[in-house]
C-alpha cells in the first residue's frame, strides 16, 4: 500500500510558476517511477510528467515542455513538479501516481500506475 499526498495547488496569474509536491508513504519511494498526471474541467485526465526509480529519466508531455520539471528527492519521499510560464490551459486538478515497477523509460500510460493521490487545484488567470 502507497499513501500520496499532494501540495501545493493554488491561484496564480498567467506567467506565474508554482511548484507542486508530493509527499509518499507506506513503501520504499526510492523503488518507484513517479508521475504526474492533471484532469481539466469536462476533460479527461492527461499525462504530465514522469520519472523513473532512480531520477535519472524524465519524459514530458509536448504541451509542458520546456515550463515544467519533475525531480524527486528520495531522502523525503517527495516528487516535484515546478511548473513556470503557466497558461490558462494548465488549470486543472493536478495528481500525484506512482508504479510500482521499474519500468523504464517512465509511463505516460494512466493505468500502468498504481496508486494515486487526491489531487491539488491549479487553477492559472489570463
Known amino acids: 500500500q502507497v499513501q500520496l499526498v499532494e501540495s501545493g495547488g493554488g491561484l496564480v496569474q498567467a506567467g506565474g510558476s508554482l511548484r507542486l509536491s508530493c509527499a509518499a508513504s507506506g513503501r520504499t519511494f526510492s523503488r518507484f517511477a513517479m508521475g504526474w498526471f492533471r484532469q481539466a474541467p469536462g476533460k479527461e485526465r492527461e499525462f504530465v510528467a514522469a520519472?523513473?526509480?532512480?531520477?535519472?529519466?524524465?519524459n514530458y508531455a509536448d504541451s509542458v515542455k520546456g515550463r515544467f520539471t519533475i525531480s524527486r528527492d528520495s531522502a523525503k519521499s517527495t516528487v516535484y513538479l515546478q511548473m513556470s510560464s503557466l497558461k490558462p490551459e494548465d488549470t486543472a486538478v493536478y495528481y500525484c501516481?506512482?508504479?510500482?515497477?521499474?519500468?523504464?523509460?517512465?509511463?505516460?500510460?494512466?493505468?500502468?500506475?498504481?496508486?494515486w493521490g487526491q489531487g491539488t487545484q491549479v487553477t492559472v488567470s489570463s
Open positions: 520519472i523513473s526509480w532512480s531520477g535519472g529519466t524524465t
Open positions: 501516481a506512482t508504479d510500482l515497477t521499474r519500468r523504464w523509460p517512465p509511463s505516460q500510460v494512466e493505468n500502468e500506475y498504481d496508486y
